[in-house]
């Protein structure tokens, strides 16, 4: 685990959180791609704890292919509607692992449309 | 458990501590999603999962949020021999476990591991049911699967 860059992306998530500002997400959404699991996930639980602002980041990287498999998953956790055509468009994507992504996030966002998770916003 | 047949933690687990160790390519796994919802479904797949293999008491073993899968999943109705949770978020409510579908329940998890930090999450299962083992590292949630820490650290005897 490399320390350093796992600590700078919590703190800048922190900042990400409360300040939405555009260059901390679009850092985190690149840290999806790390290789390393520990600040890739960092980088995602901060994207997903930020909800709907990270939405249009996720959809950037979705259209440039940047990726996929977490910002399918991430989409799924903090989308609504708006992403499901986009995320639809990949269900049938000849790699397998992307396909799946997007077949689960079309899953998870429509349950999230659903009691509990409606009223709980998670 | 979640790793990928022939990943060096799943081939350190089959040759030196579970002998019968799931290895085949249908394995279960999830997204590793970051929402209750995701987890949920989760929880929902590992179930059926148990049920189409005719699994019956097994030891499951997950890592991170997929051992709250596991948990999530014993509330609806799968029972397990024993839980191994290898740096397990503690989020109770809404994780708490079916404990009468458990066996035994095993924590393993580092000191100040960041990753759970910034899911806000505790790291520490306040239940006597639950047997906490703190691995002498810190910061790094990756550790409760890395083969060489099992090794330095003589895990494979905690469950």
């Known amino acids: ?122 | 458990m979640y790793e990928q047949p022939g990943g060096d933690f799943h081939t350190y687990m089959l040759d030196n501590v579970l002998s019968d160790l799931y290895d085949q390519p249908d394995r279960f796994e999830w997204s590793g999603g970051y929402s209750d919802a995701a987890r949920a479904l989760a929880a929902q797949s590992l179930y059926a999962w148990a049920q189409s293999h005719g699994l019956s008491d097994p030891l499951l073993m997950g890592h991170s949020h997929g051992a709250n899968v596991m948990f999530i999943g014993s509330t609806l109705g799968l029972d397990m021999r024993e839980a191994v949770l290898l740096s397990c978020p503690v989020r109770w409510p809404p994780y708490v476990p079916d404990f009468s579908r458990i066996g035994r329940t095993v924590s393993i998890r580092v000191h100040l591991d960041l990753v759970i930090l910034a899911d806000g999450g505790g790291q520490r299962f306040d239940d006597p049911r639950v047997e906490e083992n703190v691995l002498p590292v810190w910061f790094n949630h990756s550790a409760t699967h890395d083969p060489a820490i099992w090794q330095a650290h003589g895990v494979d005897a905690l469950i």
């Not at chain 1, 260059?23 to 995602?44: F, Q, S, Y």
């Not at chain 1, 939405?55 to 979705?62: I, S």
């Open chain 1, 1 to 122: 685990m490399r320390l350093a860059r796992t600590i700078v992306l919590l703190l800048e998530g922190l900042l990400w959180r409360a300040t939405h500002l555009r260059a901390l997400g679009v850092h985190l959404v690149e840290a999806l791609g790390d290789a390393d699991e520990t600040p890739r996930n960092v980088a995602g639980i901060m994207l997903a704890k930020s909800g709907h602002a990270a939405v249009p980041l996720l959809r950037e990287a979705l259209a440039q292919g940047r990726h996929l498999t977490h910002v399918l998953t991430l989409l799924g956790d903090v989308g609504d509607a708006s992403v499901e055509q986009d995320i639809a468009a990949l269900t049938s994507d000849p790699r397998p692992d992307v396909a799946q992504a997007a077949r689960y996030a079309l899953r998870v966002i429509a349950l999230r449309r659903t009691p509990p998770y409606r009223e709980a916003g998670r």
